[in-house]
């Protein structure tokens, strides 16, 4: 079991540490995250970008200093340049200035920071959470709180097949190009490609659905409301008391804005 | 209102759905294709399985894909329901018979999408999500149109496209499918031709 866990760790954004981020319950992690997604709507730039640093500290403390922010670059920067693009240039503000044969908007730009610093907050707090949280935690997470069966197998189940199905992915991509297949010519070629790509991958992922069916009604999936977990993550009374009043205060800070304005 | 249940069959069919989404979606990314065709997945289910089935897949997706691989994703949840509940409405009056019904049925589901997903796209990133459809809005921004008209326009053109083709594949997979498997999900006879 713990062979497979950690292959599959190996496969997945999850990064296997004993830093303080692992020990916490996936629930808290998860409500920990939904307020700061919250928060980075409405709070101003400038503390959302304070909460990104912060992030960003506490993936070095949590032990995931050396993916957090690599990932977080990778995917801020082209967006933070298509921002800058069509908010500072294109977009026509009152405030425009000439720069040589362009036109620049000092507001298009603030705005286009704050945008930035948003989609960063989100996507560092993300982060913070598939690096320090297995799949199979959050499974175990939600059986122990008491959540159906059906919800738990739902969320759990594709972040679980999702890494190996990538990984059979790339194989079947590999094999295709093995056998002469032009992926990277033109896009007549590529369109081409996509068939022998895709129907081997789609053929694989629904040809075994009867048999993992049978395999869940045949353990009496359901039966019960509620099932009992015999590895469930550590949990305190002041985790849950924590997730309380952050899941509240991520829907209140939300919706006094919206009902102010 | 009592909502519907979904057994063990539905639960697999969703979750693969999910992860064919996500990584039928890689692939079209890796191959440079300008679609997106992330939601085959969901138009199986809407035809197999029916509107709720088809709504769970497409919000449940646009979940795991932002809590794995694309975190901005996340505010999209919305549509992605959106999706499911329009794909699985259109199933159930026979919108998936033939081919080209599924192909008329993809671009219909192309406009309540575009309405969910543009207020999404401007309030919340400012009219970019980093996608080759940016180019599009950057475009018409540039030509002197309003930044909600450039995004809901720019969507909108590849929405039709990219759906109606995710229809007719979402067809040709679910018409392929064994015989003793498309005949457990009953919802499916509002699809046979």
Avoid at chain 1, 7 to 31: D, E, S
Avoid at chain 1, 201 to 223: C, I, P, Q
Avoid at chain 2, 50 to 69: H, N, Y
Wanted: glycine fraction near 10%.
């Amino acid at each position: 079991m713990d062979r497979q866990r950690a292959q599959a760790a190996r496969t997945l954004l999850f990064v296997t540490a004993a830093g303080p981020l692992h020990a916490l319950n996936p629930l808290t992690k998860l409500m920990a995250f939904l307020w700061t997604v919250s928060a980075a709507i409405v709070l101003p730039p400038t503390l959302t970008l304070a909460l990104v640093v912060a992030g960003v500290v506490l993936a070095y403390v949590a032990g995931v200093g050396g993916v957090v922010p690599a990932k977080l670059v990778a995917t801020i920067v082209p967006l933070a340049a298509a921002l800058a693009l069509m908010h500072g240039f294109l977009i026509v503000r009152p405030d425009e200035v000439p720069l040589g044969p362009l036109h620049v908007s000092p507001a298009g730009f603030r705005y286009a920071y704050s945008v930035v610093a948003r989609i960063a907050a989100m996507l560092t707090a993300s982060l913070l959470f598939v690096t320090t949280t297995h799949p199979g935690d959050v499974l175990a997470s939600l059986d122990a709180a008491g959540v159906s069966p059906a919800v738990g197998y739902l969320i759990a189940s594709p972040l679980l097949l999702l890494e190996p199905f990538s990984k059979r992915t790339r194989a079947i991509r590999d094999a295709q190009r093995a056998r002469g297949m032009n992926l990277t010519g033109t896009w007549k070629a590529r369109v081409r490609a996509l068939p022998a790509l895709l129907v081997p991958l789609v053929t694989l992922a629904l040809s075994d659905l009867d048999h993992r069916a049978m395999v869940l009604e045949s353990r009496a999936f359901g039966g019960e409301k509620r099932r009992t977990v015999l590895d469930a993550p550590p949990d305190s009374r002041g985790q849950s008391r924590f997730r309380r009043i952050v899941g509240a205060l991520a829907v209140v800070q939300l919706a006094v804005p919206l009902l102010w304005h | 209102m009592k909502l519907p249940t979904l057994d063990a069959r539905a639960l697999i069919l969703i979750s693969a759905a999910i992860v064919i989404d996500n990584v039928v979606g890689e692939t079209v990314y890796l191959l440079k294709i300008p679609l997106f065709l992330d939601c085959i997945g969901i138009f199986t289910v809407a035809m197999l399985a029916g509107p709720f089935a088809a709504a769970v897949a497409g919000a449940l997706g646009i979940f795991i894909g932002g809590l794995t691989v694309q975190p901005f994703a996340l505010p999209f949840v919305p549509v992605g329901f959106m999706i499911g509940l329009t794909a699985g409405g259109l199933a159930r009056i026979g919108g998936f018979r033939t081919w080209w019904l599924a192909m008329i049925s993809g671009a219909l589901i192309g406009i309540p999408t575009t309405l969910v997903s543009v207020p999404i796209i401007v309030f919340l990133f400012g009219g970019v999500t980093g996608s080759g459809v940016d180019f599009a809005s950057d475009y018409l921004v540039a030509v002197g149109s309003t930044l909600i008209k450039s995004v809901g326009f720019a969507n909108l053109g590849i929405s039709l496209i990219d759906k109606s083709l995710t229809g007719l594949i979402a067809f040709m997979i679910a018409n392929r499918l064994p015989l003793r498997l498309s005949t457990s999900f009953r919802f499916f006879a509002h699809s046979r031709g």
